[in-house]
Structures are given as C-alpha cells and as structure tokens.
C-alpha cells in the first residue's frame, strides 16, 4: 500500500528542493527506530522523479519544518562546506513555558550526546553553543498544572548560531523555559496537559526560515515555512495570534 507523501514541497530549482517535514518523520535509517519504514529522504526522491536527493542538514525527527536537500553531489558538497562554516542562518519558533525576556542569547556550551541518552559520558569535550531568541508573544491561562492557580506560556523565535545536537531543546531548558511537548527536556505535566487538550502530543519547534548563498548562482536564498496546522493549533492559546 502507497503512503501518501508528507512532505510539503516550498522550493525547487535545477539543484535544490526545499520542503516542509512534519513533526514526526525521520530524516532517514537510524538507530533510534529500526522498525521505521517511511522516512523524508525517500518521499523527497520521490518529488526529486525518484533521482537521488541529499540533505543538507538535518532535522530532529520531532521537529517539523524546512528541510533542504541538494539535487546534485556538486551542489551537496558546496552546501556541506557553507554549513560546516557558519554560513546558514537558520530560525526557528518555539512556545516554551515561562514568560521568557524579549530577547537574549544563550551562551552555554554542550557535550555531544550518544544515541542512548541513558549513557551518560562526561568524557565528551564541552564545545561552544550559542543560541539567540526573541520573544513573540506572551500569555496565561487559569489552568493549574504545577501548583499554581494559572499557567504562563511564551511563543519564541530562536537563532541558532552553532549547531549542536538538541541544542535549541537544551538551551531552553537551560534557561528554565523548556520546549513544550519535548519528552527530554521538558515538563511532563505540561506536555500531558496539552497532549489531552488537543487530541496529540508534539514538540513545539518549528523551522521557519533558511536563508543561505546558492551553490551555484551566489544569489542569497531566503526560504520560509509557516508552522503547519498541528502547531498553529496549540497556539490558539494565545488571544493575539
């Protein structure tokens, strides 16, 4: 039985395709899940005419969003040194709990985690992580889930500068404003209070923008992804969206 393609295509040209990944999909075979069969690489060979595609990076399988891949080794090569350079500026949206500041950046250096995250290894060196945010929006809702008479909620643009492995999900944490519905690194309470409200549970991160130099033409491409409907859905909490 075919499996209709989840993947949203945003943009094309004759050496790139961009598309939006909903939460849920694995980029691709991986130790977390041997028993998954549908994976993003496969359905984007499909939109690639079943050619082969590469991504260019990655996204965690709980994060939906913009997901770049190359159409051709040439164009992936090129791509792979812009990113291991700095040269992706990549944004992101979040609603986390807390009422966070307007605006900040985290500076707090990260371990690279093994697969299992039951293995603790402190011997992994800490490396420079950098993450900017800034607030979007704030609100409350008289609903007590940790001992208060209401619960507060912040919906945040986030601004990787390096690119760690979770690192916009630790840095969250980190600054006591954890990712709603992150399994790891969030408040059980919280995630089980909305999973119950809206029928599902999710991570509440999203890619929402790309921007980057073509590996062929030069050209600055600017790409972006509205959050899809699952996200837009949870924020219904906040009144001014």
């Known amino acids: 039985m075919a499996f209709p393609n989840p993947l949203v295509e945003i943009f094309r040209d004759d050496w790139l395709l961009a598309v939006h990944k909903p939460a849920g999909l694995l980029l691709h075979r991986s130790p977390i899940d041997r028993h998954e069969t549908q994976f993003a690489l496969q359905y984007a ?3 690639n005419g079943g050619e082969h595609v590469y991504p ?12 770049l891949f190359a159409r051709d080794p040439d164009s992936a090569s090129v791509l792979g040194k812009t990113l291991m350079a700095g040269g992706f500026a990549k944004t992101y949206q979040a609603m986390v709990r807390g009422w966070t500041p ?10 690279e985690q093994p697969t299992d995250r039951r293995c603790n290894d402190d011997s992994q060196p800490l490396r420079e992580a950098l993450t900017r945010y800034r607030r979007l929006a704030t609100t ?18 986030l601004y990787p500068v390096t690119g760690r492995k979770h690192q916009l999900r630790r840095h969250m944490q980190h600054i006591a404003h954890p990712i709603i519905g992150d399994t790891n690194y ?10 119950e409200r809206f029928g599902y549970a999710r991570l509440m991160l999203a890619a929402t923008g790309l921007s980057f130099r073509h590996p062929v033409t030069g050209d600055v491409v600017d790409l972006k992804a509205e959050p899809d409907a699952s996200f837009r859905r949870v924020l219904s909490i906040f009144p001014q969206l």
């Open 45 to 47: 060979r499909e939109l």
């Open 56 to 67: 260019v990076h990655r996204l965690d399988r709980p994060t939906s969003g913009l997901l």
């Open 102 to 111: 307007e605006e900040g950046l985290i500076d707090h250096p990260l371990r």
């Open 140 to 157: 409350e809702i008289p609903i007590e889930i940790e001992g208060y008479p209401s619960s507060r909620y912040s919906l945040v643009e």
């Open 186 to 195: 969030g408040r059980t309470r919280h995630n089980h209070y909305f999973a």
